[in-house]
């Protein structure tokens, strides 16, 4: 289980932490508490999604705060506060997606100390491969001109600074159900570790989560084995595991996705292109992102929207109400809706 332990916090450090604590609302994301309630463990997330299955496993033994919890917030662009790092210093255990989307959460912890992380993306395994072509990009890269280089070099900082992976990986692993079941797996595991009294209580709600999200899955298998279930277009690549376990293929222009993703403004032969393709009747549907959206990606909504597309929402965090498994539940009636229409 890939767990990063890392030092344990200076006194300074800690003793800075309480003189800060009437700083912030302690608010988490529906799944709050009082964090000096009973001997209840605090976990800490990047985002409410990792929130909901952290408090479906921990229950009432633990309190859950998490940092990005609203539709109106873009976890691309987060920056961190004051009493974000007062969180993390006083949590027990903290839960990031990684692959560098949430980079302020892992700088977070390691600033303050936090002994243990699980990582989303590591313990996925999807990057390996991903992970090795860079690599070997690397290894081509000390044969170039040294200009080329440290050019190379700048936007490998800012991809970084912006915490938000590109290339060819995608980092969106919430969507990748196999993913979130080895998380729940994975967070029972440490919640075990850490509070053996209740370790039997951990396990017994990560495997009726982990039975839940099974179900999800065989749905999503069960479409994707009727046959080819068609072509879509994305505004960003958000849902594409979901996509893809659903047996449906991407068809966004290429450089559409590059500009997205890199968050350049789109070449306007290129938005013009995924305009036509969003109107031409040939989609199964688009799926849209609109917690990101921008100018572009409206116009592409609209172009889709006068052809009667089917567009279908897909968010980074959790929608109000919802818990991780009821959304997967409600993305893959949507997605079925759409294709049996």
């Not at 949590?91 to 100390?113: Q, S």
């Not at 395994?125 to 200009?147: F, R």
């Not at 917690?291 to 116009?299: L, R, W």
Request: proline share 3%.
């Amino acid at each position: 289980m890939p767990v990063s332990r890392r030092l344990a916090v200076p006194a300074l450090l800690a003793a800075s932490a309480l003189a800060l604590a009437g700083c912030g609302d302690g608010s988490a994301a529906g799944v709050s508490g009082d964090a000096g309630a009973g001997e209840r463990l605090s976990i800490v997330t990047a985002t409410n999604v990792y929130g909901d299955i952290a408090a479906t496993i921990g229950g009432d033994d633990v309190v859950v705060t998490s940092i990005v919890d609203s539709l109106s917030q873009d976890p691309h662009s987060y920056e961190a506060t004051v009493q974000d790092k007062l969180s993390v210093s006083e949590a027990d255990l903290v839960i990031e997606n990684g692959g560098g989307y949430d980079t302020f959460l892992g700088r977070l912890a390691g600033e303050t100390g936090v002994e243990a992380v699980l990582d989303a993306v590591e313990l996925s395994g999807l990057d390996e491969d991903a992970a090795e072509g860079h690599a070997d990009e690397g290894a081509a890269e000390e044969h170039a001109d040294e200009g080329a280089a440290e050019e190379h070099a700048d936007e490998g900082g800012h991809a970084g600074e912006e915490g938000h992976a590109h290339g060819s990986f995608n980092e969106h692993v919430w969507y990748h159900l196999p993913t979130m079941a080895k998380l729940a797996d994975a967070i029972a595991d440490e919640l075990g570790t850490l509070d053996e009294a209740n370790a039997d209580a951990y396990r017994e709600r990560a495997d009726a989560f982990t039975t839940e999200l099974q179900s999800v899955q065989d749905r999503l298998a069960a479409l994707a084995a009727e046959g080819p279930g068609g072509v879509v277009a994305v505004t960003e690549p958000v849902p594409a595991y979901l996509l893809e376990a659903a047996g449906l293929e991407d068809g966004t222009p290429e450089k559409f996705g590059e500009a997205i993703e890199e968050e350049t403004d789109v070449p306007v032969a290129v938005l013009e292109e995924m305009k036509t393709l969003v109107s031409g009747g040939t989609l199964a549907f688009l799926a849209y992102n609109g917690q990101t959206e921008g100018a572009q990606t409206k116009a592409v909504r609209s172009a889709a929207d006068e052809a009667g597309l089917p567009v279908l929402d897909f968010t980074e965090t959790l929608p109000d109400g919802e818990d991780y498994i009821s959304w997967m539940t409600a993305n893959t009636d949507s997605i079925e809706a759409a294709l049996r229409s």
